[in-house]
């Protein structure tokens, strides 16, 4: 049975800092907790919503600091957003996931109080390349303005779902979703303007392919780029399909130039066959 803890500080009326016998502090969030509460009372566990611990760690501590200055209401939102989120994507989200969502949620209502209009140009990459990150992001959307009594703009649904796609993946590693929807757009386009097809993310073998361009970003930008197989497959694949393993050359040639990153033949070879069967549907269709 969870022990009572000392309540060191009540931050707002749905945030407090506690701390047990060995003097471990935790965060404890819930409507109403830090309500009439007094430094020094003790509170069950059991009435809270959830229970944030360490403090000491950096992202706890931050967002310790960020609730003694907003209201709780932000928070609580996050919470709520990121447990739909999970829910509807049938993942665990990194719990770094509700500091950035609650600083951003925070930041889009003052600069939208302020009059301030932050257009993202990548909203067509999320929809098209993260679809469901995307779908979440505007359903959420609504979810956000009603609790917020705003009318936050589309570009809103886009930035949350680029919280939801870095939440994936460790948030202190070098994936980034922007980057990685604008890589993906840059690959797509250079197999279109090659092939001189048109390519229709919702067509399925296409869809197929960007998954695979998907992954591909997050191996190119966390640093875990396939270079094992001693080119076996590269040789293949430039033997058997010289047009696809062209298209997956000037691939390699866009990413030097654009990201300073050499692709290995390994890389190049998984590139080329992914064109390749793509563009056999295409045409087979």
């Known amino acids: 049975m969870p022990q009572p803890q000392r309540i060191t500080k009540v931050l707002n009326s749905s945030v407090v800092l506690v701390s047990d016998d060995a003097g471990r502090e935790s965060i404890l969030l819930g409507r109403g907790i830090g309500y009439g509460r007094k430094t020094g009372e003790m509170i069950d566990k059991e009435v809270v919503d ?16 960020l609730l003694g200055s907003i209201s709780a209401a932000y928070v609580l939102l996050a919470r709520d ?3 739909a989120a999970q829910a509807a994507l049938q993942v665990e989200l990194h719990p770094h996931l509700l500091l950035a969502l609650t600083d951003h949620l925070h930041f889009a209502a003052e600069r939208h109080k302020q009059g301030m209009r932050v257009v993202n140009r990548l909203t067509w990459e999320m929809r098209t390349y993260y679809p469901d990150e995307y779908r979440v992001g505007t359903e959420v959307l609504r979810t956000v303005n009603e609790r917020l009594g705003l009318d936050l703009p589309e570009d809103e649904a886009t930035n949350i779902a680029f919280h939801l796609v870095n939440a994936r993946n460790d948030p202190h590693s070098a994936f980034d979703a922007l980057r990685a929807a604008t890589l993906i757009s840059e ?32 191996r190119l930008f966390t640093g875990r780029l396939l270079d094992s197989d001693e080119g ?11 047009e696809a393993i062209e298209t997956a050359h000037q691939m390699r040639r866009h990413v030097q130039t654009q990201y300073g990153l050499e692709l290995p033949d390994e890389e190049v070879g998984y590139l080329g066959l992914h064109i390749q069967r793509l563009l056999s549907k295409t045409t087979a269709g």
């Open 232 to 242: 076996f497959l590269y040789d293949q694949i430039r033997t058997k399909y010289p």
């Open 187 to 218: 690959l797509v386009a250079i197999v279109s303007y090659r092939s001189g097809r048109s390519l229709a993310p919702t067509d399925l073998d296409q869809r197929r392919f960007v998954v695979h361009l998907q992954f591909f970003a997050d």
């Open 50 to 65: 959830r229970v944030f611990l360490p403090v000491d760690d950096p992202d706890s501590r931050a967002l310790v600091d």
């Open 81 to 83: 957003i990121i447990a």
